[in-house]
């Protein structure tokens, strides 16, 4: 399979350098030149599988022809270790765990599949792969925990001193081995300038054979939309489900446009933000208006130029009414989302993250205009990793906190403090290369 440059049909890669360079240097996205549809066998009996056979299903069409059976299945096995359940609130009203990864969070399933597959696709070169990203909690730690001990690999993250939850920057800092923390004094675009910048200096990112982790690679959302299939197989037989998908850069939405092309059956979806709302903003009114984040305490969902919204776009092949007739946007203030951890718990007895409040006030106001109908809204993290709404909302100590987080406490954080500026980081880059 080749991909192409959403900017640029005719710039056109292998895998191996869509996956291993991320970005197009046009600044597109890559996209496969043809989308894979599962056939007619497939959907038959696809209630039936695993996650995992699902899941190899899913990567066999997309990677198949580039990658042998045998690894592709150890690849998908071994970044399902966990399952991503389907809890009934009420009839009609369910909720997709996808934290129930390493790092709590539905990015452990792209991150997971990267890692494997970046090391694959590296076996044979005897230098070092270093993974070079920029963090402003969730991903650090996700892209963290995949590499970790993966042969042949490093990660350098950076993240924004202070700007961290405590129990965020032990995932960056505490695993040691191949895992470095570069703590940055400055803010999160402050890192990810630092990175951009590195990747333009050429003599660095081959001296260092640079690759990058952001949820822009490609290789984070195909494995992404392995649990939309999971999740509906896991639905009463006939129901075509509505997915309700808590968004920032839009990367997990995106993986379930993929999903429907594969020829899952999908009632629509629902693009659920804060009031970073760029996206229900051109649903409704045809206009597209990135403009700077705004911060809310859905803090992984703050973001004002969503970077998977060409690849969306290209979907729908730039048609606002297609998109339209698929998609519908919502967004809502916190207060909304702190009211709504209220009265989930309240009312079943359930809890929710702020980044999932925000997607189940999106399926309550579909159901009131659509009754009978069937919401999966994706919980994207646990609640135990915002302990300070969780804690206000509810009370301390009523979210109880997973054993895997809270070993972390007592982990020791080593980090390297830079100040924000090139030259520092490029000395300390320049003396790492080895
Ligand atoms: C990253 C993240 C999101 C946003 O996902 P996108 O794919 O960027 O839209 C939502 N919730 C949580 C908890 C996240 O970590």
Known sequence: MKYHSTNDPSHQVDLKQAVLRSLPPDNGLYMPNTLPVLGAGFWES???????????????????????????????????????????????????????????AFKDFGARFMARLMAYLTKDEDRMLTVLVATSGDTGGAVASAFHHVPGTRVIILYPKGKVSGLQEKQLTALGGNITALEIEGTFDDCQALVKKAFLEREITERMNLTSANSIN?????????????????????????????SGNFGNLTAGLLAMKLGLPVG???????????????????????????????????????????RMAA????????????????????????????????????????????????????????????????????????????????????????????????????????????????????????
């Open 46 to 104: 696809y209630r039936r599988l695993s996650f995992r056979e699902v899941g190899f299903a899913v990567a066999n069409a997309f990677f198949g022809e580039d990658i042998p059976e045998k690894t592709l299945r150890e690849i998908v096995d071994g970044t399902l270790e966990f399952d991503a359940p389907v809890v009934t609130l009420t009839p009609g009203d369910h909720i997709l765990e996808l934290f129930h990864g390493p790092t709590l």
């Open 315 to 434: 979907l729908f092949v730039n048609s606002w009414d297609s998109m339209k007739s698929t998609i519908s946007g919502m967004s809502f203030s916190d207060e909304m989302t702190r009211s709504a951890i209220r009265e989930v718990k309240a009312l079943h007895g359930y809890e929710v993250c702020p980044h999932t409040a925000v997607g189940w006030l999106a399926a309550k106001n579909w159901q009131a205009t659509h009754p009978g109908s069937s919401t999966i809204t994706l919980a994207t993290a646990h609640p135990a990793k915002f302990p300070d709404v969780m804690d206000a909302e509810l009370g301390a100590g009523t979210v109880t906190i997973p054993e895997r987080l809270a070993i972390l406490a007592d982990k020791e954080k080593v980090a390297t403090n830079l100040p924000k500026d090139w030259k520092p980081f490029r000395d300390w880059l320049a003396s790492h290369i080895d």
């Open 268 to 310: 629509h979806f629902l693009a659920a933000t804060n009031r970073n709302d760029v996206v229900p903003a051109y649903l409704d009114t045809g206009t597209y208006t990135p403009r700077p984040s705004v911060a809310t305490i859905s803090n992984a969902m703050d973001v004002g130029a969503p970077s998977n919204f060409v």
């Open 218 to 246: 490609l290789s984070r959302l195909v494995p992404q939309s392995f649990y939309y299939i999971h999740a509906a197989r896991q639905l009463t037989e006939g129901m075509k489900p509505v997915f309700v998908v808590p």
